[in-house]
């Protein structure tokens, strides 16, 4: 408890000299001062970005206005679908069969097995938009 007084105490400080002189170097020491000392993780999350923010001049009123950017992106609704197709075509038992149809065709060459694992991969990766490796190995086809 003292020394979370102190660190406190060091940070009202340190943010004062920081915002007087413009120095973000000493704010982050001073964060991961405090990180190791016990902060919660969210602090050191947002007092990082804060730090950041503040460092590259932006207002800390823009911080909400780039999440929203962010946010309204037509691609992040495509990711819970994508991860939908995967797991019907796991369950269905597509990647099972698409490992049999890539080994009958490049199985018996040189290297045959990498060769199986790396088209099926991507091939598989192509309908989901994830990690094929990931659901093959989930699937138990590995």
Request: a positive charge.
């Given at each position: 408890m003292e020394g979370r007084a102190l660190t406190a105490a060091a940070g009202a400080a340190m943010m004062l000299l920081c915002t007087q002189f413009s120095l973000a170097v000493p704010a982050l020491v001073l964060l991961a001062?405090?990180?190791?000392l016990g902060v919660p993780a969210f602090v050191t999350m947002g007092g990082l970005a804060l730090i950041?923010?503040?460092?590259?001049?932006?207002?800390?009123a823009s911080v909400p206005i780039d999440h929203y950017s962010l946010?309204?992106?037509p691609?992040?609704?495509t990711m819970p679908l994508f991860t939908l197709a995967g797991y019907f075509?796991?369950?269905?038992?597509?990647?099972?069969?698409l490992v049999r149809v890539f080994n009958?065709?490049?199985?018996?060459?040189?290297?045959?097995?990498g060769i199986v694992t790396a088209v099926t991969c991507?091939?598989?990766?192509?309908?989901?938009?994830?990690?094929?490796?990931t659901i093959l190995r989930w699937a138990g086809c590995l």
């Open positions: 001062l405090a990180t190791l950041l923010f503040w460092r590259i001049g932006d207002p800390i946010v309204i992106n691609v992040l609704p075509l796991a369950e269905g038992g597509a990647p099972k069969r009958a065709l490049f199985g018996s060459l040189r290297g045959g097995p991507a091939f598989f990766t192509s309908f989901t938009g994830g990690s094929g490796v």
